[in-house]
């Protein structure tokens, strides 16, 4: 058995068909077949049930999902256990919210430092980043505090303020009371700190609109869609040039910090302790 039949088993059960296996491994359908076929000849064992829809997983095939999730995790920590500790390389998956203002600092001073490091970034929503994380889907994530599962360590980064952001035409928090709110999907820590905010002075929303950057909230809001919930330094260059106004919350609402999250029973390969080095040394509190 080898460890590219489990990887392409394990896209299989994910994806649920033979297509979209083969486009994640840019294989033709007939290799990534004959893999699946050659691992259940191997086990004597069918491990999908085929139908017109695609491959549902059959009892045995959900066991070997199990075994094979951990094989390959201990694979790979074997192989980032090798490496050097002075010259870390191989592949480091970052996760963030996107207003971390600093990272670009960061990330910038860790590659120039740590060249044979392969540094990839995807954004999203704590929720999602904290679930990443958990499942061993990325090595750590930028995500706002809170009350994290106990199998995650929180390195703080730096503290911020939220504050709530209007056209330069609105005037006072009274004024947008009936402002449509403007943030980003579920699981996203600034949309729940404004809900809150919102509930207990008892103002309901009119309108709800979700967006899946940014930057594109931002520009809503200069344009006079609504307001939104975003950290003060990110929209400082906005502020200055006349674009928006900000409007300061009480501290229960607004101050926030800003933490790298990881696994606390993850090994620590040395891209990931060099990466908390670099925090450590950019950290601003």
Known sequence: MELKDLEIFQIVAEKGTITEAAREFNYVQSNITSRIQKLETELNTALFNRHRRGMTLTPEGK??????????????QMKKDLQSKEEPSGKLEIGTVETVIHLPKILSTYIK?????????????????????????????????????????????????LVLISNRRSSTLEDLKEEPFLCFSKGCAYRARLEAWYKDLNITPKKMMEFGTLETILQSVAMGLGVTFVPESSVSHMVQSGLIQCHPLPDEYSKFKIVFIRRTDAYLTATIEKFIETLETNRQV
């Open 63 to 76: 066991k070997l999902l199990t075994y094979s999730k951990k094989i390959l995790l201990l694979t790979d």
């Open 113 to 161: 430092k740590y060249q044979n490091v392969d540094l990839s970034l995807c954004t999203g929503v704590t929720e999602t980043l904290v679930e990443k994380v958990l499942n061993h889907k990325l090595d750590g994530a930028f995500v706002t505090e809170s009350d994290f599962h106990p199998n995650l360590l929180a390195h703080e980064v730096f503290q911020e303020r």
